[in-house]
């Protein structure tokens, strides 16, 4: 019978948005493999069964919160984290999916009338562009294909062998050190040409956020291969780095990471160069990775930058230097100068000389004064000066113990560098941001989106540093303070109303100061946060301390009223309201001691909100010479309850979990007493 592959598609990809939402709740988004073999067979089926756009199994999280939020109240708990981590894993893996279905439709073309796989493939789909192997298989199977699972798993042994290998040697073995730079010289070979990094352009789509990003294509020519600390002439497979004649890949300088992408054989796109990590070193810059294929020095390869890391990274660079333009009007006549930076993809990090901690108001100012010029959505200029003439600059600002080269390239948020070079006195650079800087920059400063500052810290002496986001990260960590505060709003809410079971409310006001010190959220926010939830908390153990001080005296008048009406009474066996007050319990006792000195007093209280049943016995030195001791007299009614209890001849207690066993327990109190006495 004939399987309709598309019903099959919808099917396969709701049990699986199922089973990772559900799993991945109850996980709470922990890295799992499992989760992650799931989620990619989702985003493969629906992206080409059902033509599905990207952010199609994160939209199914609220109704999987609406099937299972009652039955599991821990899907409840951040579902936002969840929609973003399944975005993040879905853009990634969709960035190598098409790529890896091409080389399996390469292959097999090329295999002729055999209907099985090569493992060779198989492991490369996985290893290279993340196909777990049952995915494999599943894409083999709809062509009537077999795996070749023996051959799949002699390759992935043979590639362990090889890492576990070339782990020994270092990947810092391909980096070029004096000698290597000496030899590259020696042999003519020029430094890389980087100006490719700088070639892209926007195009405007909807709000200045939302703008694309296009990268001009480029491809270079390998000049040089370096193996284990030494220049070779060709590669077959492995680790390896690769200088060539030109590249748009920017190797890590100035606080900003390196970029990652791959590169293809210019006629033959099966070679394949995973690029990982990228440095420059006496003008060469040097692509270091791992190669599917052989490689040999003159062939040309077409490259390809991780677009997508690379626009999160720029985020954060123009990021930077805005913020550290809003950190000099805020700290004015401090001097709040630059000591270092990093710039990565889901991050900024900035460091600067203060001798004080920045208070909450001045960070939440410095937040401000950023979004303001985002949201101007300003042009951001980048020239090439010569270093004298950029120096004149009133404003610009730069690291005071840094070596910049002749030109120095300039970038300027709203004005022109052209206009800062004519007038270098009028002190323009002091109304906007203006560095020297070889980063690479968004085009609009309104491309940054949203952005939030995490956290303000001390990292030494007179040296603070301060996390923010950006972009996608910013808007994630806004909104997971929104979630915060509908938490925090419901408690006050809750406590407003007074209709609530004290421990609940305490542990959910609890549970959410935890999370907040332990989110990612703008600092600010997280402060307010915090004041909120500590008002809370003294309102409610203020409030339960008066409600306990008089649930006490009630108990305590129920005690005496009832002591009084027969004060010569030797036994006195009573349940009194006290709940879970065994403070309250214990001064009934004491009272009605008072009034019957001589007597034996027993007392039950149940706590309806904790179902368990407390119980105090006490009694005289005379009633114990008469038989009755305290100890034994709790040890015959905690049967009743359930409970668990002790004590000495005077007094004793026992705490049980049969709520229901209490009438039972004032019978079997009685009548022991009265055996005794």
């Known amino acids: 019978m004939a399987v309709d592959r598309t019903t099959s598609a919808e099917g396969t990809t709701a049990r699986n ?123 083999a199977d709809e062509r009537d294909l077999a795996v070749d699972m023996v051959g799949y798993e002699e390759a992935k042994k043979r590639s362990h062998l ?27 070979v020029p430094v890389t040409d980087e100006r490719p990094k700088y070639d892209y352009k926007s195009t405007q789509d909807g709000q200045p956020a939302d703008d694309r990003y296009h990268f001009a294509a480029c491809s270079g020519t ?103 333009f809003a950190l000099r009007k805020v700290l004015a006549g401090k001097e709040a100068d630059q000591r270092g930076s990093l710039v990565a993809p889901d991050r900024l990090r900035f460091d600067f000389a203060c001798n004080a901690a920045m208070t909450i108001p001045e960070v939440k100012e410095t937040e401000a004064i950023t979004q303001q010029v985002v949201q101007k959505n300003e042009e951001v200029y980048a020239k090439y000066a010569s270093l004298a003439d950029a120096k004149h600059i009133q404003g610009l600002r730069a690291i005071f113990d840094e070596t910049y080269p002749d030109p120095v390239r300039i970038i300027s948020v709203g004005v022109p560098v052209d206009e800062l070079l004519l007038k270098p006195n009028d002190g323009l650079g002091f109304n906007t941001s203006v560095e020297f800087c070889g980063g690479t920059h968004l085009l609009r400063s309104g491309h940054i989106g949203d952005f939030v500052i995490v956290s303000e810290e001390a990292i030494a002496k007179g040296i603070r540093r301060i996390v923010a986001l950006t972009g996608p990260e910013a808007r994630n960590a ?61 309102e409610i153990d203020s409030l339960d301390k008066a409600a306990k001080a008089a649930k006490a005296a009630l108990v305590n008048e129920k005690a005496k009223e009832i002591v009084e009406r027969d004060p010569g009474q030797k036994i006195f066996v009573l349940q009194l309201d006290a709940g879970g007050n065994a ?16 007597a034996a007093i027993l007392l039950f209280t149940v706590d309806e909100d904790e179902g368990k049943v407390l119980v105090l016995a006490s009694v005289t030195d005379g009633i114990v010479a008469k038989g009755l001791k305290a100890s034994e007299w709790i040890q015959q009614v ?33 009548k022991f007493a009265e055996g005794k006495l």
């Open 222 to 324: 390998i000049l040089a291969l370096r193996v284990e600390k030494g220049f070779v002439e060709d590669v077959h497979g492995g680790e390896c780095g690769i200088i060539l004649d030109r590249s748009n890949f920017y190797a890590e300088q100035g606080g900003q990471i390196f970029d990652e992408g791959y590169m293809t054989l210019a006629n033959n796109e099966e070679v394949e160069f995973q690029v990982t990590n990228v440095q420059v070193r006496g003008g060469y810059i040097i692509h270091t990775g791992k190669l599917d294929g052989a490689l040999k020095v003159g062939d040309k390869l077409n490259l390809f930058i991780d677009e997508t890391r690379r626009k999160l990274i720029m985020n954060n660079h123009t990021g930077t230097h805005i913020l550290n």
């Open 638 to 670: 905690s049967v009743a309850i359930n409970g668990k209890g002790g004590g000495k001849d005077l007094n004793a207690q026992a705490v049980g979990t049969n709520v229901r066993g209490v009438a039972e327990g004032l019978e079997l109190a009685k």
């Open 583 to 598: 403070k309250a319990l214990d001064g009934a006792v004491k009272v009605m001691r008072q009034v019957a000195p001589d």
């Open 17 to 139: 948005g199922r089973r990772l939402q559900f799993w991945g709740f109850i996980c709470y988004c922990v890295s799992s493999y499992v989760l992650r073999r799931i989620l990619r067979r989702a985003i493969r089926y629906s992206s080409e069964k059902l033509n599905a756009k990207p952010g199609f199994l994160s939209s199914l999280v609220p109704q999987v919160i609406e099937l299972l939020g009652d039955a599991f109240p821990e899907v409840k708990k951040d579902p936002q984290s969840v929609m973003h981590i399944i975005d993040e894993e879905e853009t990634q893996f969709l960035r190598t999916l098409i790529r890896g279905r091409r080389l399996l439709e390469r292959t097999i073309a090329q295999m002729g009338d055999s209907k099985t796989l090569p493992g060779e493939t198989a492991w490369r789909l996985y290893d290279t562009y993340g196909f777990p192997i049952d995915l494999t298989q599943l894409m």
């Open 478 to 538: 806004i909104q997971r303070s929104d979630a915060f505060q509908a938490k925090v709003d419901h408690v006050k809410q809750t406590l407003k109303s007074g209709q609530y079971v004290h421990k609940t409310l305490l542990k959910e006001l609890n549970d959410a100061a935890e999370e907040v010190a332990q989110a990612v959220i703008p600092a600010w926010r997280k402060d307010a946060l915090r004041t909120e939830l500590n008002t809370a908390k003294k």
């Open 162 to 188: 090889l890492s576990q290998a070339q782990s020994a040697v270092g990947i810092a073995k391909l980096d070029l050190d004096v000698h290597a730079i000496g030899a590259l010289k020696d042999r003519g």
